[in-house]
């Protein structure tokens, strides 16, 4: 099977989960035998043509300058449409084109109706869930992308039945169309010796104290602010240090409010940092709490619940279906500072509870999300029904 | 653009106008014609964007490194 796959982010251009997905998917279904050619744009620092573990991976540059990003999508389009034309023609065309999001979505029904193959497309978010409400014109065109996308597309593949029946009620589209594959990591990245001491040194957390991390895009989805305002709740004692880890165009007001407080010298905010530094991070925490307010699956739980670090999560969407209260993690109120600290204060204040989330936590990880497993439905979701 | 700070315009801009490697930067006077601010105000937030991590000034021109790349498009994804 040929697969030609379409994303706006692969690795190492990392704008939010959609990359690590489908670096993961590609190289499982690679495993099982597929020939996946990935279109993407280009990255400083990598070559345009590679083969990583498998897979073909084609970065285009984005040759056009544009005076917006909505015309910066279009142009992106444009040139990933022509990469993916000159690799049908060089190798024989495509048995199916797997487009992710919207934002490759007019290559994706291009290359559909030119190469006469099927389209499948999966959703990783939802615009109206992301903004709150479709009200800007860029809104109106990124619902109605998604909307067309579902429309074209033989198959959906969403990430948690609540975004499947977002998908339906937004979208009238037919359930039988939906297919739910959930997300998976790569638990051997995690398989490592990490000096918990030095790390945590490392980020200014000595001995005594305690490191509550945060891992995500500094976006108001992911709702840190809240996380911020909770850590100005959390009893002294506990002597608790906030390590926020991702940037974005919050960070700004998300230093300001931090720093700004009485809490300031308890909060450190490191950028972007690269994967290897990330995992020392998780296995050194002593909460990982997710605070988002809207989170279709929530990648960022499943490598807390791999590096062994207690989950602390909103309970929203595909988040609750990730995360079981009291069992593999503690569930909060989302947009609620006092519920998110007490969730904190309930992993920090009690080492017998931790051990039995975590030991749940690396049972399921184990048993459900695996590449191999996920790979395996994406098979079955390209096949046709006969 | 309309509505964000300086800072979030000039990181937009150059990602828009793919200005992410030496060969495709934006000379600085063009940036600060477009931006349309007080020189001394480009002059003083390129500084700190530099500072940050997020763009390369070289000469007359300006990029955006991988940080700064992925901090424009976290508004997208």
Known sequence: MKVLTLTWEYSPRIVGGISRHVEGLSEALVRRGAEVHVVTPDFPGVPYEEIVRGVHIHRVSVETPAPDFTTWVMLMNHYLAKRAADLANSLGGFDLVHAHDWLVTPVGIESKHFLGSDLITTLHSLEFKRVGSISSPFSRMVDSLEWWSTYESRRVIVCSNSMKWDVIHKFSVPEEKIMVIPNSIDTSKFDLHVDRRSVRLRYGVHNGERLVLFLGRLTPQKGCEYLIKAMRLLPSHLNAKLIVVGDGWMRNDLEREAFGSDIGWRVRFTGFLPDGEVVQLLKSADALVVPSVYEPFGMVALEGMAAGAPVVASNVDGLSEVIKHDYNGVLVYSRDPSSIAWGINRVLSDSGYVQWIVGNARTIIHEKYNWDAIASLTIDAYKREE | ?77
């Open chain 2, 1 to 77: 653009m309309v509505g964000l700070n300086i800072e979030e315009r000039i990181i937009q801009l150059l990602a828009n106008l793919n200005a992410i490697r030496l060969e495709k930067a934006l000379d600085i006077m063009a940036l600060k014609d477009i931006i349309k601010a007080k020189d001394e105000d480009v002059a003083s937030i390129m500084g700190g964007l530099q500072t940050k991590g997020y763009l390369t000034i070289e000469g007359e021109k300006v990029y955006l490194t991988k940080a700064g790349i992925l901090r424009a498009f976290s508004y997208y994804s």
